[in-house]
């Protein structure tokens, strides 16, 4: 009979993956037991939704995943589009899907610096993305404003039109991009110690992550091809050329190099729709703003964010205010099946396995 | 199959390539040495509103009308406007009091947006700290109150767009005026 001892991990600053704690119980070095706590971070995000505008839930979804503050604009966009029957001006497509799959870019190069602090390479890896990202928030800075609470995406297309040069420098960190893709592979993917942290840890069978719910690169690390991109081709996804990378046994290795392929990916659809992007105005005049009242009836609007399916579920009675404001946070989701990825490894991995599905706390907590 | 070891020498590679880089490589040479650098800021990039006027009289020219409209459509509630009144108690078109708490403000914009009258904009001031946690953190309206030339000199492209449109507005209205008046002095005279 072995005694076992409990070990509370975190909560952390907000810069490592958030206030998230675990009640870990371990036998030696061995996990026996993992229950998460959350809820440090609950900001009442949808109540504060269903007592404000249907505007004015805008800026408070840059505050979800704070890292993508404009695929959440998209997703919410998307919802009350669908509920209001409102059409997207066409020019404001293509800047959503280049916003998109910036943002995409730049939250995968962050989990790449981010899980290597986890194994505890804190800091150069993590310099070297954000040097990159940098480059990216600096795009989403002169066209929206602010570097991350970016609040853009308006009913029916978005706030404004692109600066004068703003596809150019958007073009030029676009070819860019695959160089920085290298030099961190080279930096990365071939090295010993990285392998051994993550190949064959915590596999997660294609079966089981299907029952589990979750979605984006952590269901496809595992084998299962689906995007919703592909799956619901949302706005204009279906006239780009792309692949979906898949994972094979879903271990921290391949939750790890998907996000290395899909950006890659993302570049080759970045490359398509700054090339293809109509003249045109950047919101359909018809689109209400302020004072919006959809009629009564409810609504489903999904993306495949970078961490997986971001929804919002919105039910309205003809109000000027949402009646019912739900969201369905891939982090959270996503989080579900830890406590089943970390028993039997190793209390060193725990960090690993939690980094390597990606959660930021302003979702999972909301 | 590669040398034991090849991938950290490797990797070591790229460190080394990155460090002897960051003292002559333009893009590795990142960090800017603030506060003797200063960014320069993207004409968009915004953060915390303020009002404009016309003309060099701040009170005379401001551009408020004390419609509430950014008071009731704000987030989070952060502006608050008392309506200014006369001896009589009549209602004027102006605020007597404008306060935003930039403490609760979230600059989403939202405020600009709404605004019909194009009088509250968003600055671009960043250095904002205090030593208290409440009272320099409300704006009232002598702090908020900054000039068109102010306005034109942070969002060049924006604030000229602006008063095109003020300017086409105007004309406008005095060819409305005009109109109006020249429609109505030959009625005068046909009842002289």
């Given at each position: ?15 490592t ?38 505007l ?23 919802a ?34 981010f ?22 928030l ?34 030029q ?82 939750r ?12 080759a659809i ?97 | ?24 490589e ?86 600009v ?80």
């Amino acid at each position: 009979m072995s005694s076992t001892i409990d070990i509370s991990l975190g909560p952390q600053h907000p810069s490592t993956h958030g206030v998230f704690r675990m009640n870990v119980t371990l036998d030696g070095e061995t996990v026996t037991r993992l229950q998460p706590v959350f809820g440090y971070l609950h900001r009442n995000h949808e109540k504060i939704a269903e007592s404000n505008s249907w505007l004015a839930a805008m800026p408070y979804t840059d505050r979800l995943d704070y890292i993508c503050p404009l695929t959440n604009n998209w997703a919410y966009a998307l919802a009350v589009e669908k509920l209001a029957g409102i059409e997207v001006a066409e020019r404001a497509e293509y800047i959503r899907v280049i916003t998109a799959e910036l943002t995409r870019l730049q939250n995968h190069i962050a989990f790449l610096g981010f899980i290597l602090g986890d194994m505890g390479a804190w800091g150069t890896a993590l310099m070297y993305a954000f040097r990159e990202r940098e480059k990216i928030l600096d795009l989403f800075e002169s066209l929206t404003g602010a570097r991350m609470m970016c609040n853009y995406m308006r009913f029916g297309g978005c706030r404004c039109d692109l600066p004068a040069g703003w596809l150019e420098a958007a073009r030029q960190v676009a070819d860019g991009f695959p160089a920085f893709l290298d030099e961190m592979e080279a930096l990365l993917t071939g090295n010993e110690i990285l392998l051994a942290r993550l190949q064959g840890v915590a596999p997660l069978a294609a079966d089981r992550a299907i029952n589990g719910g979750m979605s984006g690169p952590v269901l496809r690390a595992s084998g299962v091809d689906y995007d919703i991109r592909k799956a619901d081709a949302y706005g204009i996804y279906s006239r780009f050329a792309f692949r979906v990378p898949r994972g094979s046994v879903g271990d921290c290795y391949d939750r790890f190099m998907i996000r290395v392929l899909e950006a890659r990916e993302s570049v080759a659809i970045l490359k398509q729709a700054i090339a293809s992007i109509p003249d045109g105005p950047v919101v359909n005049p018809k689109a209400k703003q302020r004072g919006l009242r959809p009629p009564a009836g409810e609504a489903y609007g999904r993306i495949e964010g970078p961490k997986g399916e971001l929804g919002f579920y919105l039910i309205s009675t003809g109000g000027d205010r949402p009646y019912r404001f739900r969201i369905r946070p891939p982090s959270l989701i996503n989080l579900t099946l830890l406590e089943e990825l970390c028993l039997g490894t190793k209390i060193a991995d725990v960090m690993v396995i939690l980094g390597s599905i990606d959660i930021v706390l302003g979702e999972v907590d909301r | 199959m590669n040398l034991p070891g090849a991938g950290l020498i490797q990797g070591l590679a790229v460190t080394a390539r990155n460090f002897v880089g960051s003292y002559f490589e333009k893009a590795r040479m990142t960090t800017e040495q603030y506060p003797e650098e200063r960014p320069k800021l993207p004409e968009n990039a915004r953060s915390f509103p303020f009002l404009v006027f016309d003309g060099d009289d701040a009170e005379a020219g401001m551009r408020c009308v004390a419609c509430k409209i950014c008071e009731k459509e704000c987030p989070p509630q952060c502006i608050l406007i008392v309506q200014d009144r006369d001896e009589a108690g009549k209602a004027l078109k102006r605020p007597k009091v404008f306060e935003i708490d930039i403490a609760v403000c979230m600059s989403c914009q939202i405020c600009v947006e709404v605004c019909p009258f194009d009088s509250i904009r968003m600055d671009q001031d960043y250095e904002l700290s205090s030593f208290d946690r409440f009272a320099p953190l409300v704006l009232d309206k002598a702090k908020l109150l900054k000039s068109n030339e102010y306005y034109q000199s942070i969002h060049p492209t924006e604030a000229a767009e602006t008063d095109a449109r003020l300017e086409a507005d105007r004309k406008k209205k005095e060819a409305a005026a005009a109109a109006k008046a020249a429609k109505a002095k030959p009625a005068e005279g046909a009842a002289g």
